[in-house]
């Protein structure tokens, strides 16, 4: 048997304001995405920024149905958008801010599981890392060099 460790070093800022001037106008158009969420069933909504290495910003946030497993996450929203849109160009930054209507948000709330898939292959694809900046409704925004360090293990392309 042999154990393995898997590490992963992530960086938390107390406050947007602690970022640079750059990530935080990235974060505000997440947040302006996130207040265009759909989500009348869960009332939790999140919007996405992505920035990609032409200079464009891609938008996305959630977009629930009431066959609740249709719905998608702002995540795969807009990086599905910016795939199929720019499909040669690389994507840079991921910003991500959720906000529920029940309860405020005051710690950073991270892409769920099947996000963190779909960022993977794009990054996967493109062969350079993509910063994660998210945050709840206000607070501090946590930072992750490389969706890799969001999902050690990745099951990709390499597998099949
Ligand atoms: N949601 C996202 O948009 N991104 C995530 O990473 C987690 C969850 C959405 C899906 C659903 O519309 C609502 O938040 C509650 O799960």
């Given amino acids: ?14 406050r947007l304001d602690e970022l ?16 265009q969420a759909y989500a009348p069933y869960s009332k939790f909504n999140v919007g996405a920024a992505i920035l990609l290495d032409n200079g464009e910003v891609i938008i996305g946030s959630n977009q ?4 609740y497993p249709s719905g998608l996450c702002a995540e795969r929203t807009a990086i599905y958008y910016a795939g199929a849109k720019y499909p040669d160009v690389k994507i840079v930054q991921m910003a991500i ?5 029940r309860i405020q948000t ?17 990054e996967t ?10 945050m709840g409704e206000t607070g501090a925004v946590m930072k992750s060099n490389s969706l890799s360090d969001l999902l050690p293990l990745t099951f990709d392309k390499s597998q099949l």
């Fill in 1 to 14: 048997m042999k154990e393995i460790k898997i590490e992963a070093t992530l960086f938390v800022f107390e």
């Fill in 97 to 101: 801010s959720a906000a529920s209507k």
């Fill in 64 to 67: 629930e149905n009431a066959s």
């Fill in 20 to 35: 640079p001037k750059a990530i935080q106008s990235l974060m505000q158009v997440a947040i302006k995405a996130r207040e």
């Fill in 125 to 134: 694809k493109q062969n350079t890392p993509i910063e994660i900046y998210f």
């Fill in 106 to 122: 005051t710690k950073p709330i991270p892409p769920c599981g099947a996000c963190r898939q779909a960022i993977a292959e794009y």
